[in-house]
Nanobody, 125 residues
Framework: QVQLVESGGGLVQAGGSLRLSCAASGRSFSMYTMGWFRQAPGKEREFIAAISWTGARTYYADSVKGRFTISRDSAKNTMYLQMNSVKPEDTAVYYC??????????????????WGQGTQVTVSS
């Protein structure tokens, strides 16, 4: 079992930066592929980024590539999402997720096993 808690959300102006954190507790954090998803009102949950259990591979949605950076610190059981050059369309609830590497498709939210409660990010224009 893995428990995930996001933090770092808030209000930021367009063009600014924000860093989200996802703290994991439970066993074998380092064995899980981790991902970030977001969901805006009236829209489907959207893949943002993912990182392999070793940290060697990262994956990004085209909409955030070059602006967002995903990373993980296994010693701290924490994953991060550095968000730079944010845009109003980045406004959403951001969720972190974890799944066993052999079982998931990184861009498919339905294949992740564990989810955090979400953190709101609001970008003002």
């Amino acid at each position: 079992q893995v428990q995930l808690v996001e933090s770092g959300g808030g209000l930021v102006q367009a063009g600014g930066s924000l860093r989200l954190s996802c703290a994991a507790s439970g066993r074998s954090f380092s064995m899980y592929t981790m991902g970030w998803f977001r969901q805006a009102p009236g829209k489907e949950r959207e893949f943002i980024a993912a990182i392999s259990w070793t940290g060697a591979r990262t994956y990004y949605a085209d909409s955030v590539k070059g602006r967002f950076t995903i990373s993980r610190d296994s010693a701290k059981n924490t994953m991060y999402l550095q968000m730079n050059s944010v845009k109003p369309e980045d406004t959403a609830v951001y969720y972190c997720a974890a799944g066993l590497a052999n079982n998931i498709v990184v861009r498919n939210w339905g294949t992740y096993n564990y989810w955090g409660q979400g953190t709101q990010v609001t970008v003002s224009s």
